[in-house]
């Protein structure tokens, strides 16, 4: 079966919320170096009170990527343009799960006459947004963006 990207909701937390988080501390060692504080910083945030604030915003669209009935990948943007989580969980990494994310959140705001989306870009995902288009605003910058 497929990848299916769907809107989030708040029975999703837990699944969702562990893809994240393990996505975080697996598959981003590049950026956080196994440092406990610097892991804790980034995942401090990353919980199921959390969660449920996200799925409420009225001013972002929160999705869930699901292959056979399991959360694979999550991905927020805010409606203005800004990409704010594209996760995916490691054992789904390299099948088409963050694509598949990006190109629903794109199409999400383009539907919201978004001209252009941004982003801060982790070490470890910097090579596949920029094979998706985007580009920094300064060279150097790990704030990169894209029109839509």
Same mark, same amino acid.
């Given at each position: !079966? ?8 708040a029975?999703? $937390?837990?699944e $969702? ?8 501390a697996?598959?981003?060692? #590049?950026?956080?170096?196994?440092? =406990?504080?610097?892991?804790? &910083?980034?995942?401090?945030?990353k ?14 669209? !929160?999705? @869930?990527?699901?292959?056979?009935s399991?959360?694979?990948? @999550?991905? !927020?943007?805010?409606? &203005? &343009?800004e990409i704010?989580?594209n996760?995916?969980? =490691?054992? #789904?990494?390299?099948r088409g @799960? ?6 629903a959140?794109?199409a ?7 001209q ?11 090579s596949?947004?920029?094979?998706? &288009? ?9 704030i990169?963006?894209? =029109?839509?």
């Open positions: !079966m497929g990848i299916q990207i769907r809107r989030a909701t029975a999703d $937390a837990a $969702a919320v562990d893809a994240l988080r393990r996505s975080i697996e598959l981003c060692v #590049a950026d956080h170096q196994n440092d =406990p504080t610097e892991l804790e &910083g980034w995942l401090g945030n919980t199921v009170a959390t969660w449920r604030r996200w799925i409420a915003r009225d001013d972002a669209v !929160m999705l @869930v990527a699901e292959r056979d399991k959360i694979v990948g @999550v991905g !927020m943007a805010t409606l &203005g &343009g704010l989580l996760y995916v969980h =490691p054992e #789904a990494r390299f @799960v963050s694509k598949a994310i990006l190109a959140i794109e999400k705001l383009r539907l919201q006459d978004v252009r989306c941004q982003l801060e870009s982790t070490v470890t995902a910097r596949f947004y920029e094979s998706c &288009g985007f580009h920094p605003e300064v060279e150097g910058s790990r990169l963006t894209k =029109p839509l």
